[in-house]
């Protein structure tokens, strides 16, 4: 007798036993179930994770649209900045007094400052009204000092602070905050990013419905094969495995359909968007989804499709168990 034979069988027999070895076997069996389940089912399944893909793609279209009208409000970078129109009667000496005054402001970075004569200089070369300045004793316009604020001070109730305590100053006549652009793309893009979380809140509860009601119909069609698993003593998470995988599956396969969509629409209207901002003298161009942001959208839907088969197979075990 080979003694060598049969300390190989009980060595492979007692690593076959391990837990190693059980682990690996209930696992390939789960995942068996998983894509014999799909090929069984494959008509309805692919119409489930394209359901599910659109449902994913909106929402990441719209963090798209947001990404890129940040990145756009940062490259087109409408500054607010304040306009002091200097009293005319002021001399020399004192505009000096007053422009330092102003540079002396915490929230001030800058201080561009015109005269009366520079003024009338540019407002000649944009007006077209040059001719009809010239016919005029005296020149009507004001010195002007453009005040650019800090970075910390870009905001609107900082910005509106800083102008009511300039015009309290001697020897300014007005002062007028120039924020339409800032404020209107500041709102725009937070508008958009209301709207991204509102309709991913949507999008996520869609996608845990749709997901949770494949796993249910694919509970009730093998509920038979649950009942004698039962009878025959199979734990519950030996039951849960396969629909588990199931549900991280249709995720896993529905999110890169949804990144493929999301990338087709980025190609798409990039042309537009060129044309578009030709018209206001930029190059921009859409850009897409980084790595990180690709594999957190995958995992995220990996998530959503594990917690949806585990809340839509708890549910029928407790009502199995029940009756």
Do not use: C
């Not at 119409?47 to 994913?56: C, E, P």
């Not at 709102?187 to 949507?202: R, Y």
């Not at 025959?232 to 549900?247: K, Q, S, V």
């Not at 999301?262 to 901002?277: A, G, M, R, Y």
């Amino acid at each position: 007798m080979n003694y060598s034979n049969v300390k190989q069988t009980k060595s492979k027999t007692i690593n076959g036993n391990s837990f190693l070895g059980r682990w690996k076997r209930q696992i390939g069996y789960a995942w068996y179930n998983v894509f014999n389940n799909f090929s069984q089912h494959i008509l309805a399944s692919l119409l489930t994770i394209f359901v599910i893909a659109i449902s994913i793609t909106l929402p990441t279209i719209g963090y798209l649209l947001w990404k890129n009208a940040n990145q756009a409000t940062q490259q087109w970078d409408p500054t607010p900045n304040l306009t002091v129109y200097i009293n005319k009667t002021l001399t020399p000496e004192q505009t000096n007094e007053l422009i330092n005054k102003f540079k002396s402001y915490s929230e001030i970075d800058r201080v561009d400052y015109l005269s009366r004569d520079e003024t009338k200089e540019e407002f000649k070369s944009w007006s077209g009204f040059g001719s009809a300045l010239d016919l005029l004793e005296e020149n009507p316009l004001p010195a002007v000092a453009i005040i650019i604020p800090k970075e910390n001070a870009k905001r609107t109730d900082i910005l509106h602070g800083l102008q009511t305590k300039l015009t309290k100053i001697d020897g300014v006549d007005d002062v007028h905050l120039d924020d339409s652009w800032f404020t209107r793309l500041t709102a725009l893009t937070d508008m958009v990013k209301s709207i991204v979380w509102v309709i991913s809140i949507f999008m996520i509860i869609a996608v845990s419905l749709v997901i949770g009601n494949s796993i249910r119909l694919n509970i009730f069609a093998r509920r038979q094969t649950i009942v004698v698993m039962q009878l025959i003593g199979a734990t519950e998470g030996f039951i849960l495995r396969p629909f588990l995988y199931n549900g991280i599956f249709i995720g896993f396969v529905s999110a890169i359909l949804a990144l493929v969509l999301s990338e087709v629409f980025i190609l798409q209207i990039d042309s537009i968007i060129l044309n578009v901002s030709a018209i206001f003298g930029t190059m921009f161009t859409l850009k897409g989804l980084l790595w990180d942001e690709s594999i957190l959208i995958v995992l995220l839907s990996m998530i959503i499709g594990w917690l949806s088969a585990l809340v839509a197979t708890k549910k029928y075990l407790e009502i199995a168990r029940i009756a």
